[in-house]
C-alpha cells in the first residue's frame, strides 16, 4: 500500500522562507543555482525517495538504469525550481515568466457562473506559477491540503504577498474543511483539490495507473458530486526555464439523470487519463517521493 502520511518530507515552511531570503538578498539566478547544489544533495543522500523515484522512471516509464539515474536528479532540481517559482510568483518578486494558457476560457466560465467551481490537480508541475492567470479571474482560490505545517505556511505566504486571492484550507478530523468548501463555493470562488493522495483510512479506488496497480482517493471526486459545481481539470508545468504552459480542461458536470456515483466514476476516469497523458510529456514534473504503486 502507498505509504504517505499526510505531510512533505522535510521542514516546507523553512524551505519557503530560505528560498524567499535568497531570491530578495541575492536575487533569482544566485537561488537557481543554490538549487542545483540542493537537488544534488538529495540525490546523494535521501535514498528513499531516491528510490521511488528511480522505480517511477525505470519502471513506469521504462528508461535504463543510466537514463532512470540521471532522471532521478534532474527530477529533484524540477521540485526544487518549482518551490522557488512558487515563492516568485506569490511574493510578487520581479520575474520574466511567460505564460501559455489553454483552456482559460473554462476558467472565466466557472467564475462567471456564479456558483463557484472545482479545480482537480495533481502533485506534479506547478500550477500555482500559473497565478497570473488566477489572478486575472478577480476570484478567490482555495487551496484544499492535508498538511498540518501548511497552517504556518499559510500565515507566512500570507504576510509576503499581502493575501491577495490565495486561501488555504486545511483537512481535519472534524470535517470542518467540507463546510468551509461549501462557504467558498457559495461565495463564487474556487477550490483547488488535489486527486492523487490520500491518508491511511480514506476510502480508495484501486485504478490502474501508468502500468501498474495505486489507489486514488476517492474524496475529492465525491465532493464535487455532493456540491454539484462545475469541475475542471488544471496543470502548470514549466516548459522552459521562464515559461509555463497552464492546461484547464473543459467543464465537467454532473448531468440530471447521472447518479453520484455514476458522475464520481466517470470524473476520476477523465482525472486519471489526463494525468497520464501529461505525466508522459512532463515525466520530471512528477513529485510523489513515496511508495505511489502497490
Same mark, same amino acid.
Given at each position: %500500500?502507498?505509504?504517505?502520511?499526510?505531510?512533505?518530507?522535510?521542514?516546507?515552511?523553512?524551505?519557503?522562507?530560505?528560498?524567499?531570503?535568497?531570491?530578495?538578498?541575492?536575487?533569482?539566478?544566485?537561488?537557481?543555482?543554490?538549487?542545483?547544489?540542493?537537488?544534488?544533495?538529495?540525490?546523494?543522500?535521501?535514498?528513499? @525517495?531516491?528510490?521511488?523515484?528511480?522505480? =517511477?522512471?525505470?519502471?513506469?516509464?521504462? =528508461?535504463?538504469?543510466?537514463?532512470?539515474?540521471?532522471?532521478? =536528479?534532474?527530477?529533484?532540481?524540477?521540485?526544487?525550481? #518549482?518551490?522557488?517559482?512558487?515563492?516568485?510568483?506569490?511574493?510578487?518578486?520581479?520575474? +520574466?515568466?511567460? =505564460? #501559455?494558457? &489553454?483552456?482559460?476560457?473554462?476558467?472565466?466560465?466557472?467564475?462567471?457562473?456564479?456558483?463557484?467551481?472545482?479545480?482537480?490537480?495533481?502533485?506534479?508541475?506547478?500550477?500555482?506559477?500559473?497565478?497570473?492567470?488566477?489572478?486575472?479571474? &478577480? #476570484?478567490?482560490?482555495?487551496?484544499?491540503?492535508? &498538511?498540518? +505545517?501548511? +497552517?504556518?505556511?499559510?500565515?507566512? /505566504?500570507?504576510?509576503?504577498?499581502? !493575501?491577495?486571492?490565495?486561501?488555504?484550507?486545511? $483537512?481535519?478530523?472534524? %470535517?470542518?474543511?467540507?463546510?468551509? $468548501? !461549501?462557504?467558498?463555493?457559495?461565495?463564487?470562488?474556487?477550490?483547488? /483539490?488535489?486527486?492523487?493522495?490520500? /491518508?491511511? !483510512?480514506?476510502?480508495?479506488?484501486?485504478?490502474?495507473?501508468?502500468?501498474?496497480?495505486?489507489?486514488?482517493?476517492?474524496?475529492?471526486?465525491?465532493?464535487?458530486?455532493?456540491?454539484?459545481?462545475?469541475?475542471?481539470?488544471?496543470?502548470?508545468?514549466?516548459?522552459?526555464?521562464?515559461?509555463?504552459?497552464?492546461? !484547464?480542461?473543459?467543464?465537467?458536470?454532473?448531468?440530471?439523470?447521472? @447518479?453520484?456515483?455514476?458522475?464520481?466514476?466517470? /470524473?476520476?476516469?477523465?482525472?486519471?487519463?489526463?494525468? +497520464?497523458?501529461?505525466?508522459?510529456?512532463?515525466?520530471?514534473?512528477?513529485?510523489?517521493?513515496?511508495?505511489?504503486? &502497490?
Amino acid at each position: %500500500m502507498p505509504t504517505w502520511h499526510g505531510k512533505s518530507q522535510g521542514n516546507p515552511l523553512l524551505g519557503y522562507r530560505i528560498v524567499y531570503f535568497v531570491c530578495t538578498t541575492l536575487g533569482v539566478n544566485a537561488a537557481y543555482l543554490l538549487l542545483r547544489f540542493v537537488a544534488f544533495y538529495f540525490f546523494l543522500f535521501s535514498w528513499t @525517495s531516491s528510490g521511488h523515484s528511480y522505480r =517511477y522512471f525505470r519502471q513506469r516509464l521504462h =528508461y535504463g538504469v543510466i537514463r532512470s539515474m540521471v532522471n532521478v =536528479y534532474q527530477n529533484y532540481y524540477a521540485f526544487a525550481v #518549482t518551490l522557488l517559482d512558487k515563492v516568485i510568483v506569490m511574493g510578487g518578486i520581479e520575474n +520574466e515568466f511567460t =505564460y #501559455t494558457f &489553454d483552456g482559460e476560457e473554462h476558467l472565466r466560465a466557472i467564475a462567471k457562473g456564479n456558483r463557484g467551481g472545482i479545480l482537480l490537480s495533481a502533485h506534479v508541475g506547478n500550477w500555482e506559477a500559473a497565478g497570473y492567470l488566477l489572478r486575472r479571474l &478577480d #476570484t478567490r482560490i482555495n487551496v484544499v491540503m492535508y &498538511d498540518a +505545517e501548511h +497552517e504556518g505556511i499559510k500565515a507566512y /505566504l500570507e504576510r509576503v504577498t499581502g !493575501g491577495r486571492n490565495l486561501n488555504v484550507i486545511v $483537512i481535519k478530523d472534524d %470535517m470542518s474543511h467540507v463546510y468551509a $468548501i !461549501g462557504e467558498a463555493l457559495r461565495k463564487n470562488e474556487l477550490i483547488c /483539490l488535489h486527486a492523487d493522495r490520500f /491518508l491511511e !483510512g480514506n476510502k480508495t479506488v484501486p485504478m490502474n495507473f501508468l502500468g501498474g496497480r495505486a489507489r486514488f482517493p476517492e474524496g475529492p471526486f465525491v465532493l464535487a458530486a455532493a456540491f454539484n459545481a462545475p469541475v475542471s481539470i488544471v496543470f502548470a508545468f514549466k516548459e522552459t526555464s521562464n515559461h509555463y504552459h497552464f492546461y !484547464g480542461s473543459p467543464l465537467i458536470q454532473r448531468a440530471e439523470p447521472e @447518479s453520484k456515483q455514476a458522475f464520481v466514476t466517470r /470524473l476520476m476516469g477523465t482525472f486519471l487519463q489526463q494525468l +497520464e497523458h501529461k505525466v508522459h510529456l512532463y515525466p520530471h514534473q512528477w513529485f510523489n517521493y513515496y511508495k505511489f504503486w &502497490d
